[in-house]
């Protein structure tokens, strides 16, 4: 059964620093392709970051490009996201996601599986 726990949100101030972590149980993690997405109240579901398991990426979302790092420990099966100088509009619930692939998508429907999510909440 797979299963997708992401931890680390909170409540920042605009300008500070978050790190998300999801713990994955899905199989040999280090052939998925992994990627975080976030959803604002009354809005759909955006991409913000993907790495796979062999070559290219990782890919972001032009919004955090700078901000935000992606990365993996494929011996603790687990996904991270490094959230640096966040503002306002990064408010959100983060959720990552698993792909079957190697390809690096940004597409929600492209990904498999998804955790529950964790609030990011950056005040101004």
């Known amino acids: 059964q797979v299963q997708l726990v992401e931890s680390g949100g909170g409540l920042v101030q605009a300008g500070g620093s978050l790190r998300l972590s999801c713990a994955a149980s899905?199989?040999?993690?280090?052939?998925?392709?992994m990627g975080w997405f976030r959803q604002a109240p009354g809005k759909e579901r955006e991409f913000v970051a993907a790495i796979s398991w062999i070559g290219g990426g990782p890919l972001y979302a032009d919004s955090v490009k700078g901000r935000f790092a992606i990365s993996r420990d494929n011996a603790k099966n687990t996904l991270y996201l490094q959230m640096n100088s966040l503002k306002p509009e990064d408010t959100a619930v983060y959720y990552c996601a698993a792909r079957r692939s190697i390809q690096l998508v940004a597409t929600p429907s492209a990904y498999d599986y998804w955790g529950q999510g964790t609030q990011v909440t950056a005040s101004s």
């Open positions: 899905i199989g040999t993690f280090k052939t998925y392709t």
